[in-house]
């Protein structure tokens, strides 16, 4: 039995849509907010704090193998009331709180390994979802492009340490926006606050790389229908990816979209 801990986004109905075709037997724990998973035969709804349920759950049910999919947002920590297991946790998971959301998913991991469950990519799933392309739609960049692609690629390393974002925006060499806890879609819309604040002309450019060290099991940079929506409206004009290392979602649908908008998406 394979375990699911579900999010937010449409990755997880994709991933349970391709595990019903191989005939692959999974029970869910649902983290949404309206748990939209308890439809589904073995599915559980739990809250975030719950981590000592969804451990015993899981290896209830025999479950070695386990895999996260979807967005979870980040909580306030001070008001979270926590099960009997998570308050055993509590000062790891504290700590690593303290230190940003990917120390936080490593920590997850450890405690999970301790309990003898498996976290594995969920892409060993879905491999056709990852983006090894060069790119979508063959627009040519110019040098000013390649640039500041090459600095948004360097500020993400830079400042993986500090476990921040995984996307920045640049335009024409200036830094309009860094990711932190709110994600990227927010990212972006606070790179079109500043572009119209001073009046830009050039249109920008997103950079959305995996940190230095960061898990990809269980956080895989992820580019979807809405991302890509949410750029042509924040006057970006193409998005740089990791090849081999960002899921691409809808692509079909991304395709006519980038076409229709003269849009690129390049991995490097």
Known sequence: MLGLIVGESSLPNYVINKLLKKNIEFL???LTKSNIYKRYKNSYSLKITELG???SILKKNNCKNVIFIGKVERPDISLLKFDTKALFYLPRLFSAFKKGDGNILKEIIKI???????????MKFTPELIFKDKSINKLKINNADKSSIS????IIKSLSKFDIGQSVVINNGYVLAIEGPEGTD???KRSLHLSKKYKLKNKSILIKFPKANQDLRIDLPTI???TIKNCIKANI?????????NI????DKIINLVKKNNFFIISI
């Open 28 to 30: 869910i724990l649902d």
């Open 53 to 55: 349920k969804a451990i």
């Open 112 to 122: 999970f390994k301790e309990n003898k469950l498996n976290v594995v990519n969920s």
């Open 151 to 154: 600095k948004g690629v360097k």
């Open 186 to 188: 927010v990212t972006i």
């Open 224 to 226: 979807g229908f809405d």
């Open 237 to 245: 004009k193409g998005i740089a990816v990791k090849r081999s290392q």
């Open 248 to 251: 691409i979602l809808d692509k």
